[in-house]
């Protein structure tokens, strides 16, 4: 049967984030029942919340950072039973029939992913994220949590992590590789972890030097400010990948001419206006532009069992339920080191 559950809302856009209760649907043949224990703040919960990428639902329960423990199962159940440790991430449904789904890449899915929130499901009803005390998911859309990550540092990975590890494998990270990471913050200090695990060597392009001794701790090897215009000239052609965290509008150009012959920069986090490029950057070096969003159920287990191997999980502040409104306005200012992470204790 349904339930009835409490959770944090934004009642319409700009309003500050409240306590309601939402339904969660009845448990179906192939649903679980998790109990929500920690949630990862996402910078997307907070465009989305205030709408600033449009196309926004209210009331909206944000969270696609979902970790927790499995309660309950549908009679179908087989990928998990109750007491495993699991994880949601961003979406939490596909077509499963297009060529995408079959492929592995469901977050590509040719007729649209499910987003775990502020999205209508197959049903028609609205979803509703982890800012909750429980959800229910479909089986083949939730992940297994390996023991060795405890709960609260793998909620990013469910997000921010997959975000990194995708494009950092697709484009081979690795031993003799040269990798560099544009921007510090929950994506960026999770990618300077992994590339580093992967064995690449790392340098972090930041704006100001105030998170270098962090960056080296987390295993970057080299930090350098993008203020300071020697960096440009001292690292020309130096690197293999650019991952770019930030949303902020970057100088293409500038960055393009860091890179190596076939050399690629992958956009992951999306600037404010249309990026331009002058083309002879591209073909100066044969390098590439590339972008890259999340990853697939698979891929999103092979992510988390690698951090698990590697002891990776986020660095977080946890915080009560009652903070979300001066978290959101904290992850703004770029004031966390460097995730916040809700205890769903608290809600």
């Not at 199962?73 to 079959?102: K, P, Q, Y």
């Not at 775990?116 to 499901?121: F, Q």
């Not at 998911?137 to 590890?165: F, H, K, M, Q, S």
């Not at 331009?276 to 073909?283: E, G, Q, T």
């Amino acid at each position: 049967m349904a339930i009835t559950v409490p959770a944090y809302a934004a009642p319409s856009a700009k309003a500050p984030l409240e306590r309601i209760t939402v339904t969660r649907r009845d448990l179906g043949e192939h649903d679980v029942l998790i109990e929500i224990r920690y949630s990862g703040i996402c910078h997307s919960d907070i465009h989305q919340a205030r709408d600033e990428w449009g196309g926004a639902q209210f009331p909206m329960v944000p969270g696609h950072e979902i970790a927790g423990v499995v309660t309950e199962v549908g009679s179908g159940v087989t990928r998990h039973a109750v007491g495993d440790r699991v994880g949601v991430g961003c979406f939490v449904d596909s077509c499963r029939e297009c060529a995408n789904c079959l492929a592995g890449d469901e977050q590509y899915c040719l007729k649209g992913m499910t987003g775990t929130y502020n999205s209508v499901g197959r049903d028609g009803e609205p979803t509703h994220g982890g800012y909750s005390t429980h959800v229910v998911v479909d089986e083949n859309y939730v992940l297994r949590i390996p023991e060795a990550l405890a709960l609260d540092v793998a909620a990013p990975l469910l997000c921010a992590g997959i975000t990194l590890y995708a494009p950092l494998k697709r484009w081979q990270a690795g031993p003799g590789q040269q990798v560099a990471v544009v921007g510090l913050g929950g994506l960026g200090h999770i990618g300077v972890k992994i590339a580093d695990a992967l064995g690449a060597e790392v340098t972090v392009l930041s704006r100001s030097l105030g998170k270098r001794e962090d960056a080296l701790r987390l295993g970057a090897d080299h930090y350098r400010s993008t203020t300071d215009p020697a960096t440009f000239t001292e690292l020309d052609g130096r690197f293999d990948l650019i991952v770019n965290t930030v949303s902020a509008n970057l100088d293409v150009d500038a960055y393009l001419g860091l890179l190596k012959l076939d050399g690629t920069l992958v956009y992951l986090g999306a600037p404010e206006y249309p990026a331009s490029v002058n083309v002879f950057s591209l073909i100066n070096g044969r390098r590439n532009i590339a972008g890259s969003m999340i990853g697939g159920i698979a891929e999103t287990q092979e992510m988390l069992d690698f951090c698990a191997r590697h002891g990776i999980g986020a660095d977080i502040e946890v915080i009560a339920a009652d903070r979300i409104n001066e978290a959101y306005d904290r992850v703004v200012a770029s004031d966390v080191r460097y995730r916040f992470v809700i205890d769903a204790a608290t809600i």
